[in-house]
């Protein structure tokens, strides 16, 4: 075991052996292996989005052999999916590759300004299907957010006991939020915070941009002449309001879009100190070849930051 994976474990002294032990595994997997990085491949777009959407851009994504074969393929440290998804592999590809059961999840057939995803499979499922995590998903600055609290704070109590990991998608939407506020420095750091003030060992969120939402923060960013104009900048930050960067922050990919748009964006995230993205709609739209050309250009951006 590398040192940088022992420095991380020991963040997480409170935890079993179990779930430090998954946690290991997550970072000893893949071509991030040791590094502290992560790459990890989450498809709860068939779900989320429905499946045209989803998967039409490359018919074979329907196949949920696809997407694990895509995870393993190009060296990514896990893979993530709802229950469905996950029953339909965790036998056939037991052990290749550490599973994350997402269990809650929302669709897109009903609008709504204050969202809140089900719960849709509990910790006796990844257990049983050999998952070595959980995933959550809550939205701050939904009026519903304090069910949503509950619910995971219930879960990961479960998760703990039973050694794995928790991690938690943690992305600001709601009627007291702006469209752009959504992905507000402020707001990003802050629901960076609340995941891990909710026990995640993995917190999940989008790359911010340089508006700032709520007055009172505003004040405080001027007053301290905290640095947000760039990318690498606003990056360190989210970091930094993670516990002063002892827990780890992955970011999303976020919608379909080029291979250069995505690649600077890694750039900037890995230089402001992330510990990697969680990349799902921009690899499995592409081909299998170039969805791993894809990965593995992120990947190595990853490797090379410090």
């Known amino acids: ?13 409170s935890d079993n052996p179990g779930t430090l032990a998954n946690l290991a595994r997550l970072m000893n997997t893949g071509r991030l292996k040791g590094t502290g990085k992560f790459v990890i491949l989450p498809v709860d777009q068939g779900f989320e989005h429905g499946p045209a959407r989803s998967f039409a851009p490359n018919p074979a994504g329907y196949d949920p052999r696809y997407h694990i ?3 393993i393929e190009s060296g990514c440290n896990a893979y993530a999916a709802p229950l469905g998804f996950i029953e339909a592999v965790a036998r ?13 999840n929302s669709d897109s057939m009903l609008a709504t300004k204050d969202p809140a995803s089900a719960v849709t499979s509990c910790v006796e499922a990844a ?16 009026n519903l957010r304090n ?4 619910a995971l704070a219930q879960l990961t109590e479960e998760a703990k006991n039973a050694g794995l990991v928790v991690v938690v998608w943690s992305y600001p939407r709601g009627s007291s939020l702006s469209k752009d506020g959504e992905t507000a420095i402020d707001i990003s750091a802050y629901a960076a915070q609340v995941g891990c003030q909710l026990g995640a060992h993995i917190v999940k969120v989008k790359p911010s941009t340089a508006y700032i939402e709520q007055a009172e923060a505003k004040k405080v960013y001027e007053k301290c002449q ?3 104009s760039t990318l690498v900048e606003r990056t360190k930050h989210v970091i930094d309001s993670s516990f002063g960067g002892r827990r780890i922050v992955i970011f999303s990919g976020g919608p379909a879009k080029g291979t250069a748009e995505v690649l600077d964006e890694i750039r900037g995230l890995a230089e402001g100190g992330a510990f990697g993205s969680i ?13 791993i050309a894809l990965l593995h250009q992120i990947q190595d951006i990853f490797k090379a930051a410090k």
């Open 127 to 142: 257990v049983r299907l050999g998952c070595g995590a959980i995933g959550y998903t809550i939205y701050p600055g939904s």
């Open 92 to 104: 056939d590809y037991a052990g290749e590759i550490p599973l994350i059961l997402k269990l809650n």
């Open 279 to 291: 990349v799902g709609r921009n690899s499995f739209q592409r081909s299998k070849a170039d969805g």
């Open 147 to 150: 069910e949503m609290y509950e």
């Open 69 to 71: 074969e895509l995870a």
């Open 226 to 228: 905290i640095p947000i």
């Open 1 to 13: 075991m590398t040192r940088r994976v022992k420095e991380i474990l020991s963040w997480y002294g």
